[in-house]
């Protein structure tokens, strides 16, 4: 063997042995015995106990919820699903997903689907469960640079290793870590300001926006839709992020007094940065995360960008929720309140699929509803902050076999 290819090789082995021991890390910081606390209790309830249900059209979820099957019917027959793998396996899923009705029907009727073979349980966190919106947003682009167009979209870097820390151990579903090879160590990727100011040589530039603030935001919702001065429509969908930890500048502007916590809306971020331009970098570059993306056409315009399950999202029946406690794919009765368009709120007692996650979707009671594309979706998700009350729907037999985890603590530390 001639040595450079040997030295490719050790130094790729080198670069598995440092996962491995950075998911061993996690690991063991994680796990534990219960009695150092569970981050949730489930409570099976009943169909009848769930606010709104008897009036509830699961037309949209159910449209969702066959489309997740299709990406469950693909995971391994006993691949653990959600914390300690509460929800079964996909094997526990498939008569669900089989008897999925398939052609017109009544709500009432889908109702009944979902009670023959669905139970409720509701998640109770340490903190009330917690909602709020993301779209899909629209920005005017250029394929090559202009005077007008300079802001750089990236596409994945060449350079960016990621892995999958649930297939190193069952407890780190949901986890991921993200790198570069520095010689022989995985050392963490550039932040938010270092490609700001130095660019991204190992990533392809997809397209070239005009405005930095809207490039933003379309980091923050993970997708969006680009429209060419040709009239043509195309998908920015999520590739990757460089592994850094997302912060909110909506807090940040809060601690500098710039707003208050009253009232705050992605609006009022957004008015922020574009009356004041001398800050607005500054103020962004806060979060240290940032998006990759992929070009893709634009397929359904009913329907959203893929989420992290795979599939299209269903606007108002397709949720973003933390896969390290819930599995992709399973039905999640939410209750709470969304922004009316022009004022007040209105009730949300509606039921979803948890088909996406997001860097600010953390905990076993958070949940991020897909509102979908356009004004009215913008203006009710940029506003939509919300408690309420969280339910999973999981197969009968699954949720029958949680009753030995009754003795979960209530108010997990």
């Known amino acids: 063997m001639d040595k450079p290819l040997l030295r490719s090789r050790l130094a790729w082995w080198?670069?598995?042995?440092?996962l491995i021991a950075v998911a061993a890390v996690i690991w063991i910081s994680e796990s534990g015995t219960p009695?150092?606390?569970?981050?949730?209790?489930?409570?099976?309830?009943?169909?009848?106990?769930?606010?709104?249900?008897?009036?509830?059209?699961?037309?949209?979820?159910?449209?969702?919820?066959?489309?997740?099957?299709?990406?469950?019917?693909?995971?391994?027959?006993?691949?653990?699903?959600?914390?300690?793998?509460?929800?079964?396996?996909?094997?526990?899923?498939?008569?669900?997903?089989?008897a999925a009705p398939s052609g017109a029907a009544t709500p009432a009727q889908l109702r009944g689907y979902f009670e023959t073979w669905f139970a409720p349980v509701s998640v109770e966190g340490e903190k009330p469960p917690h909602f709020t919106g993301y779209y899909e947003p629209l920005l005017a682009v250029s394929r090559k640079p202009t005077g007008r167009f300079h802001v750089p979209i990236y596409g994945r870097p060449s350079d960016l290793i990621s892995a999958?820390?649930?297939?190193?151990?069952?407890?780190?579903?949901?986890?991921?870590?993200?790198?570069?090879?520095?010689?022989?160590?995985?050392?963490?990727?550039?932040?938010?300001?270092?490609?700001?100011?130095?660019g991204l040589a190992s990533a392809p530039i997809l397209l070239y926006a005009d405005d930095?603030?809207?490039?933003?935001?379309?980091?923050?919702?993970?997708?969006?839709?680009?429209?060419?001065?040709?009239?043509?429509?195309?998908?920015?969908?999520?590739?990757?992020?460089?592994?850094?930890?997302?912060?909110?500048?909506?807090?940040?502007?809060?601690?500098?007094?710039?707003?208050?916590?009253s009232g705050l809306s992605m609006q009022r971020i957004r008015d922020w940065l574009e009356t004041?331009?001398?800050?607005?970098?500054?103020?962004?570059?806060?979060?240290?995360?940032?998006?990759?993306?992929?070009l893709a056409p634009l397929g359904d315009p009913?329907?959203?960008?893929?989420?992290?399950?795979?599939?299209?999202?269903?606007?108002?029946?397709?949720?973003?929720?933390?896969?390290?406690?819930?599995?992709?794919?399973?039905?999640?009765?939410?209750?709470?309140t969304t922004p009316g368009l022009h004022s007040g709120e209105q009730p949300f007692e509606r039921l979803l699929v948890a088909q996406d996650t997001g860097g600010a979707i953390t905990g076993s009671a958070r949940g991020d509803i897909y509102f979908g594309f356009g004004a009215d979706a913008e203006s009710t998700a940029g506003r939509m902050n919300a408690q309420g009350r969280f339910y999973v729907l999981l197969p009968k037999p699954v949720a029958a076999a949680l009753s030995p985890y009754k003795a979960f603590p209530d108010s997990p530390s």
């Open 212 to 261: 930095p603030v809207s490039v933003f935001f379309l980091h923050i919702q993970g997708s969006g839709r680009v429209h060419f001065a040709d009239g043509d429509t195309l998908r920015l969908a999520f590739a990757a992020t460089n592994g850094r930890p997302y912060t909110p500048i909506g807090r940040v502007l809060i601690d500098k007094g710039a707003l208050k916590r």
């Open 302 to 336: 009913t329907l959203g960008s893929a989420g992290t399950e795979g599939v299209p999202l269903t606007p108002r029946a397709s949720l973003a929720v933390d896969a390290r406690f819930h599995p992709m794919g399973a039905p999640v009765y939410i209750v709470t």
């Open 35 to 98: 009695s150092l606390g569970v981050p949730f209790a489930l409570r099976t309830v009943a169909f009848s106990a769930l606010p709104g249900w008897a009036a509830n059209d699961p037309r949209p979820a159910l449209a969702s919820f066959r489309r997740s099957c299709t990406a469950l019917l693909r995971l391994p027959a006993q691949q653990p699903m959600g914390w300690s793998g509460y929800a079964g396996t996909p094997a526990a899923w498939r008569p669900v997903c089989a």
């Open 14 to 18: 080198l670069l598995a042995a440092n």
């Open 164 to 198: 999958d820390l649930g297939k190193f151990h069952a407890n780190l579903t949901g986890r991921h870590l993200f790198g570069r090879v520095a010689g022989t160590q995985l050392i963490p990727f550039q932040t938010r300001a270092e490609i700001d100011a130095k």
């Open 276 to 294: 004041h331009p001398s800050d607005e970098n500054a103020i962004m570059e806060y979060d240290r995360s940032f998006v990759f993306f992929s």
